[in-house]
Structure formats: structure tokens, C-alpha cells
């Protein structure tokens, strides 16, 4: 698939996603948090939901968090514009609680889709929620960050949630250490 097709059905699953009414939260949302960046990304990075930042703007990884994400992405080498940021759910959970199962069903196929169209060689799980859900296990993000899982034709890579390192420091070095882990896995 070119990168002019992959944009079109990224614009098309967009479009499905703002329609979407498959879980009740579709109410309380301001915008749907669809994702975005390279359609043809080596590395796609996949966070839990849309916080309230996210949800006003309608675009991922916009606060504090974002912040960090940016200077932990340069670690590796990359721009945010070369990478695909998305998350598991893309209407933020109220009071940002953590994801119910039965949301996390209703959204699953938007993210699968887009790991499909973007086929990244990467895919950077942020937390336990993201990781959880690539990964299919219910092993703590602590036991599986800092190396690569193979999961279907995906590397994955589990790191913490850099909103986890705004509030527990001590995991900023741990993430700074994954991400540098990522770049040069990228230039070999």
C-alpha cells in the first residue's frame, strides 16, 4: 500500500470513528481523539485514552505528558511527524478513569486498523492499559518494558506511561533508557 492509500483509509477509518456510538462515551466527548501522524511510520506509540487536553483539542499526546513524549521521541531520534501516536480508546473515559472492558471491545477495531494500515515496524505500548491490550497478557508493565516482544508481525515495546514519570520521577531515567533502547534498535 502507497502512502497516498494508507492516508485514504486512515481519513476513512477517521471519519468512521467520529461517528461512533459503540459505547456510551461518545456523550461526553468534545472531539474523537483519532490519532495521528506518519501513515507510513516505522513506529507506532499507543496510549491508553484521550485525557482532558486531548479531548478538547482532538489530538493525541497534547498536555504534559505530550510534552514528554516529544523529548523522549527525540531520544530515539524521531520527530513526533515521523511516528503514529494513537490510543486504545478515542473518547476520553469521565474524570479520566481507566478504561472499562466493554469500551475497550467497542473501540478495539479503530486501533487494529490503523496498525494495519500504518504497519509500523514498532509498536511502543505506553502503560499497562496499552500494553495489556497489543500484548494479550495481564503481566505488569514493570516485568515486560525494556525489551521486545514479538506479537504477531508487530515488535512490541512496552515503556511506562510518561505521564507516570510527571508524577513518580524515578521512571523518567527508566523511560529516557527505553527510548534511547528504541533508536538503536531504528538504526541497525
Known amino acids: 500500500m502507497d ?21 456510551p462515551l461518545w456523550e461526553g466527548r468534545t472531539n474523537v481523539v483519532f490519532g495521528e501522524g506518519a ?16 479531548d478538547e483539542q482532538g489530538r493525541p499526546f497534547v498536555g504534559a505528558a505530550g510534552k514528554n513524549l516529544d523529548e523522549l521521541l527525540a531520544l530515539a531520534g524521531l520527530a513526533r511527524e515521523e511516528v503514529f501516536i494513537a490510543n486504545v480508546l478515542k473518547c476520553r473515559p ?10 475497550i471491545r467497542a473501540c478495539a477495531h479503530f486501533l487494529h486498523d490503523q496498525a494495519r494500515i500504518v504497519n509500523p515496524e514498532y509498536i511502543v505500548t505506553l502503560g499497562n492499559f496499552a500494553t495489556h491490550h497489543i500484548m494479550r497478557t ?16 508487530f515488535k512490541v515495546m512496552p515503556v511506562y506511561h510518561p505521564a507516570a514519570a510527571l508524577y513518580d520521577r524515578s521512571k523518567q ?16
Open 94 to 103: 469521565p474524570g479520566n478513569r481507566n478504561p472499562l472492558t466493554e469500551e
Open 39 to 54: 501513515p507510513d511510520a516505522r513506529v507506532m506509540v499507543v496510549g491508553e485514552a484521550p485525557g482532558k487536553n486531548e
Open 138 to 153: 495481564d503481566k505488569g508493565i514493570t516485568r515486560l518494558r525494556g525489551q521486545v516482544h514479538q506479537v504477531g508481525r
Open 173 to 188: 531515567e527508566i523511560l529516557e533508557h527505553d527510548f534511547k533502547l528504541l533508536g538503536t534498535l531504528l538504526a541497525q
Open 3 to 23: 502512502r497516498q492509500e494508507r492516508i485514504g483509509e486512515l481519513t476513512e477509518l477517521a471519519e468512521e470513528a467520529s461517528r461512533c456510538r459503540a459505547c
